[in-house]
């Protein structure tokens, strides 16, 4: 692995499913979060993990849960999908939360019919 | 509420330069980042200001007006492969990025 990962890569999800998009980074960075990006919006903060073992709200928490039991893998998962949750969503790290740059996956673009 | 605005699109001829406002209303202030981001791509860094004054990296320079809540990317030289979307970030009070929803940069050659 170099740099940062996600996966999968694309997805269609019914809505009422559960899914957990996954995010793995080997810069052993300290900081992790959650993006998502729509059409004509900034890129808007889902959660956020400081430190393996905490994990904070962004501007945008509701209807999706994090955890980060590593210093690797930060997944986020939506208990049960709904179509607004359809968007381009980017894992990103960073070697402290603050005013280092942050480094991002690829993103996974999700799709919920 | 927190703010950034930048213009939607700009249209620029290869070779030429081209500068891209960005101005913002936030809670805090501890820095102003640029992003590049092509298309279909993930975001890369460009940038980082946090005293006023101009930035210079190569053809890319970065300038900030913290007292104007204002700054500018200015790319000189413009290549093709400089179309793409430009993000500009602010860190607030709470380290919390605040996102612009980007500026679409298309060169024409």
């Known amino acids: 692995i170099a740099g940062i990962t996600q996966a999968p890569t694309s997805q269609i999800l019914a809505a009422g499913r559960r899914m957990t998009l996954r995010c793995t980074q080997d810069m052993r960075h300290n900081a992790m979060y959650w993006y998502r990006q729509d059409l004509g919006l900034g890129l808007r903060l889902i959660h956020y993990?400081?430190?393996?073992?905490?994990?904070g709200k962004g501007e945008v928490p509701d209807g999706y849960s994090v955890s980060r039991a590593n210093t690797d893998d930060f997944p986020l998962t939506l208990a049960s999908a709904v179509p607004s949750q359809t968007s381009v969503y980017f894992c990103?790290?960073?070697?402290?939360?603050?005013?280092?740059?942050?480094?991002f996956g690829p993103g996974t673009r999700l799709t919920v019919l | 509420g927190q703010n950034i605005d930048q213009p939607t699109e700009m249209t620029a001829t290869e070779g030429a330069i081209v500068q891209i406002n960005c101005t913002y209303q936030t809670s805090g202030f501890n820095g102003l980042f640029w992003y590049q981001q092509h298309a279909g791509e993930a975001p890369t860094f460009l940038s980082y200001n946090v005293l006023d004054g101009l930035e210079e990296k190569g053809r890319f320079s970065s300038f900030l007006s913290r007292s104007k809540g204002y700054s500018y990317l200015l790319l000189k030289e413009l290549q093709m492969k400089d179309s793409a979307s430009y993000l500009c970030?602010?860190?607030?009070?709470?380290?919390?990025?605040?996102w612009g929803a980007g500026t679409k940069l298309i060169i024409k050659p």
């Open positions: 970030a602010v860190l607030d009070s709470n380290y919390q990025l605040i």
């Open positions: 993990s400081n430190t393996a073992g905490t994990t």
């Open positions: 990103a790290s960073s070697d402290s939360r603050g005013h280092n740059e942050q480094f």
